[in-house]
């Protein structure tokens, strides 16, 4: 069931980005989304509060209703890195100091953050 809920999931992520923007499963239960052309940090903040709202209503698994928590964590280039292995570091560690704050929310990763 648990293979079943991450593809899920990963239409759901698709639902709420553009098509020319990527959504990957990154490994385990997480998946990266790339955004494409943002004009401003509010711009991710909005599609990561559409992200929370649309991974937080119940999925209909095999006629069970399940629930979950997400966390997002958000990076940007080139402020918080020029490479995609230096950006993805660091919206994991956005992503982990967002479920230190209650999960289902998101965080913008802050250099200098633990």
Not at 20 to 44: N, T
Not at 51 to 64: A, D, F, R
Not at 94 to 110: P, Q
């Amino acid at each position: 069931m648990g293979d079943l809920l991450l593809v899920e999931v990963g239409a759901r992520l698709r639902d709420c980005v553009r098509a020319s923007d990527i959504v990957a499963r990154f490994g385990g239960d997480e998946f990266v989304v790339l955004l494409s052309e943002i004009d401003s940090p509010q711009d991710a903040a909005g599609v990561a509060g559409k992200i929370l709202q649309n991974l937080g209503q119940p999925y209909l698994i095999e006629g069970q209703s399940l629930e979950s928590s997400s966390s997002v964590g958000i990076s940007l280039y080139p402020d918080d890195g020029d490479t995609g292995d230096v950006l993805v570091r660091a919206a994991d560690r956005a992503m982990y100091a967002a479920k230190e704050c209650g999960r289902n929310n998101f965080r913008f990763f802050v250099r200098g953050d633990a």
